[in-house]
């Protein structure tokens, strides 16, 4: 039946969160159409995660809330029984990561089945599973799988079935592509908007990913440390905002980066000839013999001094095992390494030559940094590969890496928890940068940044670049920022790279079937 789409299903007025005193929403209100897709957008730490847990009852108990949240016209119950009897069955919710969501004990398929018998009981139980993971685009043979036999695109779409396993009237997603490569999270996407519209179904979209915001929602709102800075159409919002904080984000989103100036010479400073890397596969003392999985099948490349060349690809596609073992994480089948004169890939610890010229980037820097540890001494770990240091030179250069990522000396004394994302992730960089390495790898470097960070961040690796003339093979799945920053494109599918060309040729004139559907699937913002 449709729905009257004049009237609204979330009314939210003068609302204030705070924990210990300290606001973390200060007076947002705005309302939510019935059937809209809504998008909530800002940096880390704005209170969009924090609105959603709002309305759907799921504040912490430190947190007192003043202020209305009303769903359908009535205020949210405080009682966290009746609570429940409108949480899942009216406002069902996505949540950000779907593997520490998921019970990693119990098989998939049995975790929707719990939420259907929680709202339906034992009635239809397994037509009601099977409508569901056919509407989700899951196969039955998935459902005796446990989360971590699934991929990312998988994982999510459990994560919506066992949302929507209720019928709800509203559904809450918080960040559902952030970690997905570009085919998967197109495909979510479109997963997201077809469900929606076909049970005149409320969205509520909260993501820093505005490209996403832009291609799948009507409206949005933008925060800012708890307060909402203004409420408008998609249009409007990236062509005539109001707000200086609103514009930033928009022009962060461009990815207008300074091109370095053209280097004429270039010697080859890296290269990889035919490496190859296989796992087994099969159970532990099973005698079935599967044949080896090949995560990276016979590659071959090089990288020049001062260059950027970027490695894109879809999930699973072995960029990730290829980067491990160009720093020495792990080690090559078959093929070997060469950085400059100096030929490794099969040795199980890497020469100190070798090691203090090449370095790692984690995706995530809060997991990479021991947190009982200052970051002075973090940064300063890698020095142990330079002999005869004295510990005033070993001072300066902690030093000089952290001022050289636009932090201050006096930042060493603090712990990783003290720090923003986008600090933590300079602080990595100079921890790479700490020994003045030749080779840089950076995997995924700002996937999980804000937008507003995201620019700072790639503007800074230019610079570095420039100053330093360090080489970067830089990972991302983000093809917008990769051609942005890289002079070269490398294309990595089943193992292999099939494509590679300069960022203005592979985006004009794409030769593989696996560039066309990432082209294709990139997501531009409509200005």
């Known amino acids: 039946m449709p729905q009257d789409r004049t009237k609204n299903i979330v009314n939210i007025k003068e609302l204030f969160v705070s924990f210990n005193i300290r606001p973390a929403l200060d007076n947002i209100s705005f309302s939510i159409k019935r059937g809209e897709h809504f998008g909530l957008i800002g940096e880390s730490g704005s209170g969009k995660s924090l609105t959603a847990l709002a309305i759907a009852g799921l504040l912490p108990p430190t947190a007192k809330m003043i202020g209305t949240i009303e769903f359908n016209g009535r205020p949210i119950p405080k009682n966290d029984k009746q609570m429940s009897r409108i949480r899942g069955r009216k ?4 949540f950000q990561e779907p593997m520490s969501a998921l019970n990693p004990l119990m098989q998939v398929g049995k975790q929707i089945i719990e939420a259907l018998k929680l709202h339906y009981g034992e009635e239809k139980i397994e037509e009601r599973l099977k409508k569901l993971l056919k509407e989700v685009g899951l196969e ?21 079935a066992i949302a929507l396993a209720g019928e709800p009237e509203l559904l809450i997603c918080d960040e559902p ?60 919002i990236f062509t005539n905002a109001k707000n200086k904080y609103t514009k930033l984000l928009v022009k962060s989103a461009k990815l207008n980066i300074s091109p370095l100036k ?18 087994k596969q099969g159970k532990f003392l099973s005698f079935s013999k599967k044949a080896p999985l090949i995560a990276v099948n016979n590659v071959s490349f090089t990288i020049k001094s001062s260059e950027s060349v970027a490695l894109v690809g879809p999930s699973g596609c072995g960029k990730t095992t290829l980067a491990r073992m160009i720093v020495g994480l792990d080690r090559a089948d078959s093929g ?27 995706q995530d820097p809060f997991s990479s940094f021991n947190p009982r540890q200052k970051i002075g001494h973090s940064i300063a770990e890698p020095l142990r590969l330079l002999d005869g240091l004295s510990n005033i030179e070993k001072s300066t250069k902690i030093i000089r890496a952290i001022e050289s990522v636009g932090l201050d000396k006096s930042m060493l004394n603090r712990y990783p928890h003290e720090f923003s994302g986008g600090q933590r992730q300079r602080l990595a960089i100079a921890r790479a ?25 790639l503007s800074l690796l230019n610079n570095l670049r420039s100053e330093f003339a360090i080489s ?36 004009s004139n794409p030769q593989h079937e696996i560039t066309k559907q990432l082209l294709a699937a990139r997501i531009n913002i409509n200005y």
């Open 91 to 94: 406002i069902g919710m996505i």
């Open 140 to 160: 039955e043979k998935h459902i005796k799988r446990y989360p971590h036999q699934l991929s990312g695109g998988q994982r999510q779409r459990i994560m919506i």
């Open 177 to 236: 592509t952030s970690a997905l490569d570009l085919i998967t999270q197109a495909k979510i996407l479109s997963l997201l908007n077809r469900i929606c519209e076909q049970r005149n179904m409320t969205l509520l979209f909260i993501s820093h990913d505005l490209a996403a915001v832009s291609s799948l929602c009507q409206r949005v709102g933008v925060l800012k440390k708890g307060v909402l800075l203004e409420v408008a159409e998609i249009g409007k």
């Open 262 to 279: 053209e280097i004429s010479t270039r010697n080859e400073l890296f290269s990889a000839h035919n490496i190859v890397r296989k796992f």
């Open 336 to 362: 070997n390494f060469c950085l400059e004169k100096n030929i490794y890939g099969k040795q199980k610890k890497l020469p100190k030559n070798i090691r203090r010229d090449l370095a790692l980037v984690f």
């Open 433 to 457: 940068l700490v020994t003045r390495p030749r080779l840089v790898v950076l995997d995924e470097p700002v996937s999980a940044l804000d937008v507003s960070v995201r620019g700072e961040i």
């Open 472 to 507: 970067f093979l830089l990972i991302s799945h983000d093809l917008n920022m990769v051609y942005a920053v890289a002079d070269r494109i490398m294309v990595m599918n089943a193992g292999r790279i099939v494509e590679q060309a300069e960022p203005k040729k592979l985006f």
